[in-house]
């Protein structure tokens, strides 16, 4: 059964600074990953897909790593704003079952 | 498009009473994909349709709980009856699936709170 870990749970840290969100799971045979930014209140919201062929997507000011063997996958935000404050989450795809972790809760102060 | 429409957005009622809520997928998805979110266990995928035909629902609690999607433009997921501990999040949530690619679009959640 695919297990989804992410670390930290909470962050917090100064406007303008770049920062990295983990995500581990435990079987490698996925589909592929999927990072969520969820607001308080509201719905998810995909961010970046990357598929298991796939090392890295990139949008805007975000980029995503997969790394299959390791069971890793990292978002990365660059240049971070008050507004990327949010909950995001990295969903694992396979065998017809998307597996979430908890979610990490980012705080970006002004 | 609209993106995925949930309804309603929030819904109070109380114990035994029977819950039905509402999804519309994006225009030219063919799955459909119910989901259950709390504090204590996260986000859970309850069902799971591809072209109207539920997939895989090993995630539905028990026998309470029933979803329908009679047609490709509408699903229901069904609690009857209700409990306190089926108070929650319900995420609706479509994709095209192409190959191995299924990006997810979620539409806003229904808040269900049952007394």
């Known amino acids: 059964k695919q297990e989804v870990t992410q670390i930290p749970a909470a962050l917090s840290v100064p406007e303008g600074e770049n920062l990295v969100l983990n995500c581990s799971f435990t079987d490698s045979a996925i589909y592929n990953l999927q990072w969520f930014r969820q607001d308080p209140g509201k719905g998810l919201t995909s961010l970046l897909l990357?598929?298991?062929?796939?090392r890295e997507q990139t949008s805007g000011r975000l980029n995503a790593s997969l790394d299959k063997s390791s069971g890793r996958s990292t978002l990365y935000i660059a240049a971070s704003q008050p507004g990327d404050s949010a909950t995001y989450l990295c969903a694992v795809y396979n065998n017809n079952d998307m597996r979430f972790g908890a979610g990490t809760r980012l705080t970006v102060k002004p | 498009d609209a993106g995925v429409i949930q309804s309603p957005r929030h819904e109070v009622t109380e114990m035994g009473q029977e819950v039905t809520l509402r999804c519309k997928p994006i225009s030219g998805h063919n799955s459909l994909f119910w989901y259950r979110q709390t504090m204590m266990r996260g986000l859970e995928l309850l069902i799971y349709f591809n072209n109207n035909v539920p997939i895989d629902d090993s995630g539905m609690p028990e026998d309470r709980f029933s979803a329908k999607m009679p047609n490709a433009s509408f699903s229901t997921l069904k609690i009857q009856p209700s409990e306190p501990r089926d108070s929650a999040v319900y995420f609706c949530?479509?994709?095209?699936?192409?190959?191995?690619?299924?990006?997810?679009?979620f539409g806003p959640g229904t808040r269900l709170t049952v007394t």
């Open positions: 990357i598929q298991s062929s796939q």
């Open positions: 949530a479509s994709s095209f699936q192409s190959g191995s690619s299924y990006e997810q679009y």
